[in-house]
């Protein structure tokens, strides 16, 4: 099947499980690809990159609440770029708003270290903090379940951040075999 069902659309699916990644897909939905196969996909789009240690956290923090592992790891990357943060004592990015340790996400605080954005103490706190964000109250709860809904709040306006993490996506099914594009 053809994986690019309409602008910014991603078939988010291996193993059976169908989770597409558009502006109007629930983003509760599964992803369906094992941290081999994303973290090969990375790899073909930028070796060694920081993005490269995602997949597990992503996945782990799916299974915890219930946030599209796929969906977390597009958003780090269009937040952060392929290289991110690397957390306490490595580099940080500093072209960004990003100030906190390992907060791949621009989460703003509580517990921060510089007055605003939030510090976490791994990749696997911020991929969990994450998916508790999007997942709470504020955001599925309050009927922002889809890309498009979530984008105004998450980063607003909205209007790019949406496609772009859409785009990301894209770009990392792209580079799996039999997904349906790569």
Known sequence: SNNQQANNTVNASTNGVTGVLTLDTD?????????????????????????LNYPEQALAAEQKT???????????IYEQGWDGIEGKGGPINTTGANWGNYNIFNI???NTSNGRWRDYSSYEEAFEGFGQLIGG?????????????????????????????????????????????G
Not at 66 to 76: D, H
Not at 141 to 168: E, H, S
């Open 27 to 51: 983003v509760k939905t599964s992803c369906g690809y094992t941290a081999d196969q994303l973290k090969e996909a990375i790899a073909k789009i930028h070796s060694n990159c920081a993005a």
């Open 137 to 181: 109250s504020g955001y599925y709860g309050a009927g922002l379940t889809t890309i498009g809904k979530i984008a105004p709040r998450y980063c607003p306006p909205g209007d790019t951040w949406g496609p772009g993490v859409c785009g990301v996506a894209k770009m990392i099914t792209d580079g799996i075999p039999n997904s349906g594009s």
């Open 66 to 76: 219930g946030i599209n592992a796929l969906f977390c790891i597009s958003v780090a």
């Open 108 to 110: 703003e605080g509580p």
